[in-house]
């Protein structure tokens, strides 16, 4: 497995675990107190908002997050011709 594929797993993963953690059930209970946001009950609203969050997590770094920089090897549009970048004037 290469780097990048490491690197998106690992995000992956992270995501999943953190979806586990927050629709855990000891954490569900701190939404469900009875309060309400808008006329509605802040259990089905977190539960949303949390659903929501992750979604958008995971649409973000499958699209940006996962992919290596365009200066990389690891880039498929990559050549050798890119070559590392020696911009910065140290020889």
Do not use: C, H, K, Y
Not at 67 to 78: G, I, K
């Amino acid at each position: 497995m290469t780097r990048a594929g490491r690197r998106g797993a690992s995000i992956l993963v992270a995501l999943a675990g953190l979806a586990l953690l927050l629709f855990n059930f000891p954490l569900l209970l701190i939404w469900d107190q009875g309060r309400e946001l808008f006329g509605l009950p802040m259990l089905p609203v977190a539960l949303f908002l949390i659903w929501t969050g992750l979604i958008l997590a995971l649409a973000w770094f499958s699209e940006t997050g996962l992919r290596a920089p365009r200066d990389s090897p690891l880039d498929p549009r990559w050549t050798p011709e890119d070559g590392p970048d020696d911009s910065d004037g140290a020889s």
